[in-house]
């Protein structure tokens, strides 16, 4: 037994002591309200070990890897660190991405060589963000259908309990669980307890947005899905009290808009449903998350959209109007007149340029409507800077790369968007 589990048996006013000394001499990240966030990068929770050097990864390569997304300047780090099982941390509740994956990519044997370490990318994320003084939380794809119908057996909740498969009539057999079963529900509880309690997360995030199936039966379980949120909401107070922090975060990734029917005609440059629908066809309450104050921010999103792809802000605004909630639409980086296989290169200057001022627009779409700040996702393609090239993704071309790290650290000023929009200049 190492030593991060010979700890998960010490009482928790213990393990949350060493925590506390471990953290000693990082920086304690200044919280804005709510409102004040700026952007928020929500972080592949593989990306890095993508462009790692796999089995023979350190943790200095690691925190390398890191430290060049915080170079976009985002306002809060939401890193994706769970589906919600398997996980990319060390963990005694859920099972460990490296476990039963055997992908012919470098993330396994990353995760095996930072485990062999001593550590985690979780643990590596947080400690490169204290260093930064930038908030993190463990955003977790909920309902994940990453790998299809063969994510069941990715983790030893699942492998355990095939009867509790979510059922969606009509649909073909899913790659997830239902969180209308207790059995279900309570595992995800103790997942989200246990990641709160031994890592020194800013709190937590829910993404039910990465995928598109979230409980059976949404129109009669939203009840259960906003149990969840709301014991979360207990749980991460109750939390922050033992560990002497004024608070902890709970921010949610959901629907482009908040109720009726949705058309794909509805959401130019997005998908029609099942991959975007309202948040009540979703069984997600967002009226009594917000009524209660159970959340600090939500980021209305499209799946996946082609530009322009963005949700329906000026809704998710009204209905925050008077409560300490920030309002973050996610942009996604693709424009409907490039694919991956046809890159940007930085010498491309018409295309860098169109890419540079479309990218603009959107993000000051989002603030004439109200926008309290931009959430991105999955920005800065999967090689980064200094580390190795991804092979899923050869043609990924640095124009793309360089112009989203040259528009992220705008994005939390709109006068700073509107005048990049204008200015001549290109890449430095």
Same mark, same amino acid.
């Given at each position: 037994?190492?030593?991060?589990?010979?700890?998960?048996?010490?009482?928790?006013?213990?393990?949350?002591?060493?925590?506390?000394?471990?953290?000693?001499?990082?920086?304690?990240?200044?919280?804005?309200?709510?409102?004040?966030?700026?952007?928020?990068?929500?972080?592949?929770?593989?990306?890095?070990?993508?462009?790692?050097?796999?089995?023979?990864?350190?943790?200095?390569?690691?925190?390398?890897?890191?430290?060049?997304?915080?170079?976009?300047?985002?306002?809060?780090?939401?890193?994706?660190?769970?589906?919600?099982?398997?996980?990319?941390?060390?963990?005694?509740?859920?099972?460990?991405?490296?476990?039963?994956?055997?992908?012919?990519?470098?993330?396994?044997?990353?995760?095996?060589?930072?485990?062999?370490?001593?550590?985690?990318?979780?643990?590596?994320?947080?400690?490169?963000?204290?260093?930064?003084?930038?908030?993190?939380?463990?955003?977790?794809?909920?309902?994940?259908?990453?790998?299809?119908?063969?994510?069941?057996?990715?983790?030893?909740?699942?492998?355990?309990?095939?009867?509790?498969?979510?059922?969606?009539?009509?649909?073909?057999?899913?790659?997830?669980?239902?969180?209308?079963?207790?059995?279900?529900?309570?595992?995800?509880?103790?997942?989200?307890?246990?990641?709160?309690?031994?890592?020194?997360?800013?709190?937590?995030?829910?993404?039910?947005?990465?995928?598109?199936?979230?409980?059976?039966?949404?129109?009669?379980?939203?009840?259960?899905?906003?149990?969840?949120?709301?014991?979360?909401?207990?749980?991460?107070?109750?939390?922050?009290?033992?560990?002497?922090?004024?608070?902890?975060?709970?921010?949610?990734?959901?629907?482009?808009? +908040? #109720?009726?029917?949705?058309?794909?005609?509805?959401?130019?440059? /997005?998908?029609? *449903?099942?991959? &975007? @629908?309202?948040?009540?066809?979703?069984?997600?309450?967002?009226?009594?998350?917000?009524?209660?104050?159970?959340?600090?921010?939500?980021?209305?999103?499209?799946?996946?959209?082609?530009?322009?792809?963005?949700?329906?802000?000026?809704?998710?605004?009204?209905?925050?109007?008077?409560?300490?909630?920030?309002?973050?639409?996610?942009?996604?980086?693709?424009?409907?007149?490039?694919?991956?296989?046809?890159?940007?290169?930085?010498?491309?200057?018409?295309?860098?340029?169109?890419?540079?001022?479309?990218?603009?627009?959107?993000?000051?779409?989002?603030?004439?409507?109200?926008?309290?700040? +931009? #959430?991105?996702?999955?920005?800065?393609?999967?090689?980064?800077? /200094?580390?190795? *090239?991804?092979? &899923? @993704?050869?043609?990924?071309?640095?124009?793309?790369?360089?112009?989203?790290?040259?528009?992220?650290?705008?994005?939390?000023?709109?006068?700073?968007?509107?005048?990049?929009?204008?200015?001549?200049?290109?890449?430095?």
């Amino acid at each position: 037994m190492n030593d991060f589990f010979a700890i998960s048996a010490l009482p928790i006013w213990m393990v949350l002591s060493m925590v506390a000394v471990a953290q000693l001499g990082c920086a304690a990240p200044k919280f804005p309200d709510n409102r004040g966030f700026g952007s928020i990068l929500n972080n592949d929770a593989t990306n890095i070990m993508y462009a790692s050097t796999g089995a023979d990864t350190t943790p200095e390569e690691f925190r390398r890897g890191i430290g060049f997304l915080l170079d976009a300047r985002p306002g809060l780090l939401a890193q994706s660190t769970g589906q919600p099982d398997p996980v990319f941390y060390r963990s005694q509740v859920a099972t460990p991405f490296s476990k039963y994956v055997e992908e012919t990519n470098r993330v396994v044997p990353a995760m095996r060589a930072l485990a062999a370490a001593g550590t985690d990318p979780l643990q590596l994320a947080v400690e490169v963000c204290r260093e930064r003084g930038i908030p993190v939380v463990a955003s977790y794809r909920m309902n994940s259908e990453d790998f299809g119908p063969r994510a069941l057996t990715h983790f030893d909740f699942a492998r355990d309990n095939p009867q509790f498969v979510i059922q969606i009539p009509g649909v073909p057999p899913r790659g997830c669980l239902d969180p209308a079963h207790p059995e279900v529900y309570a595992h995800r509880m103790a997942i989200f307890r246990e990641v709160i309690e031994k890592y020194d997360v800013d709190g937590l995030e829910f993404d039910f947005k990465r995928w598109i199936f979230m409980i059976s039966e949404p129109q009669k379980n939203h009840v259960i899905l906003t149990r969840m949120v709301r014991e979360t909401r207990q749980m991460l107070d109750e939390v922050a009290k033992h560990k002497g922090k004024k608070r902890m975060i709970l921010g949610v990734r959901v629907e482009p808009v +908040i #109720s009726g029917d949705l058309r794909k005609e509805d959401i130019p440059g /997005g998908h029609g *449903p099942p991959w &975007n @629908r309202s948040c009540e066809a979703s069984g997600l309450d967002i009226r009594t998350w917000v009524e209660e104050g159970l959340v600090d921010y939500i980021c209305p999103s499209h799946f996946w959209p082609e530009w322009p792809g963005l949700p329906h802000t000026a809704e998710f605004v009204e209905l925050a109007k008077g409560k300490d909630i920030g309002i973050y639409p996610t942009i996604f980086p693709k424009p409907a007149w490039t694919k991956d296989d046809s890159p940007i290169e930085p010498g491309d200057e018409a295309k860098v340029r169109r890419y540079k001022n479309e990218l603009c627009d959107l993000a000051l779409r989002c603030y004439a409507e109200g926008a309290d700040g +931009i #959430s991105t996702f999955n920005w800065l393609p999967h090689h980064q800077r /200094g580390m190795q *090239p991804d092979p &899923n @993704r050869p043609n990924w071309g640095d124009g793309h790369k360089g112009m989203q790290m040259k528009i992220h650290p705008l994005l939390a000023d709109r006068a700073a968007l509107e005048a990049y929009r204008v200015s001549p200049v290109l890449l430095d």
